[in-house]
């Protein structure tokens, strides 16, 4: 007969069984995460693609983040309606990483999206929230350094979520070039944190993969060329000294 385990030899098996399992399993959720944020850069790149077939048939113009001269009962008031007939399923408008998250399917639910369009496609004849012009191809300067989407925060629009867009003119200026000038970002829900606030001053960027709190999480962001990049929120906020982008574009 084989001899039994001393009691002392199964807490030694049982330590180190704990000890592995507390290795593996931030391995584990590093890995799905990874997995996740893959799939919402897939997403985002289909998204961009929707964009410019939309272009092809629009005479070379973008489709605004929102248009403000329509009622807000017709779908079509936002964005992610009028790219819907370009792509082949809804599922690709969200982030797998967010939460409280789905299709932004008409204006009463525009907070549930997880992947925004920048606000500054919108159109609004008042001048409020937007411009008087819809956006032309021709005016990006330089696409390969012009957001068109990113991850955004999500959640009920009762609650001031917008997350179908962020907005690039609500967050800090730049005083070299203002086009440098970003949205409200963070790898925190600034959408909580902020919630004194109006709507129209929110609508933020959130970098919520491997995000750690002290805004070395990283948010991805599609660029007008159509090439994918991901970028922590310190590097978003640290502007020519970071990122480099040109969020202001108009």
């Not at 002392?8 to 995460?33: D, K, N, S, W």
């Not at 203002?178 to 902020?194: F, I, N, S």
């Not at 709507?199 to 805004?215: D, E, V």
Request: positive net charge; contains cysteine.
């Amino acid at each position: 007969m084989g001899r039994a385990f001393t009691l002392i030899e199964l807490l030694v098996v049982v330590a180190i069984i704990a000890t592995i399992t507390g290795i593996l399993l931030p391995v584990f959720a590093q890995a799905r995460e990874r997995a996740r944020m893959t799939r919402c850069l897939s997403n985002a790149r289909q998204l961009a693609l929707a964009v410019y077939t939309y272009t092809q048939d629009f005479d070379e113009t973008l489709p605004p983040s929102t248009n403000y001269a329509m009622p807000t009962d017709v779908p079509e008031r936002i964005w992610t309606r009028l790219i819907q007939p370009y792509v082949k399923n809804t599922g690709i408008f969200t982030c797998p990483s967010a939460t409280g998250s789905g299709f932004p399917a008409d204006w009463s639910q525009r907070g549930i999206g997880s992947i925004g369009y920048t606000a500054a496609t919108a159109y609004d004849p008042s001048e409020q929230e937007g411009f008087t012009i819809p956006v032309a191809l021709a005016a990006l300067d330089e696409p390969a350094r012009t957001p068109l989407f990113a991850d955004t925060a999500s959640g009920p629009t009762s609650q001031k979520y917008r997350g179908y867009v962020f907005d690039p003119y609500v967050g800090a200026p730049n005083a070299i070039d203002p086009r440098l000038g970003t949205p409200l970002v963070a790898d925190r829900d600034l959408v909580r944190e902020l919630n004194h606030l109006p709507p129209s001053r929110l609508k933020p960027l959130f970098a919520r993969h491997f995000a750690t709190g002290n805004n070395r999480g990283l948010a991805t962001v599609i660029l007008a060329d159509g090439h994918v990049k991901t970028f922590s929120a310190f590097a978003i906020l640290a502007q020519e000294r970071g990122a480099n982008l040109l969020w202001r574009f108009r």
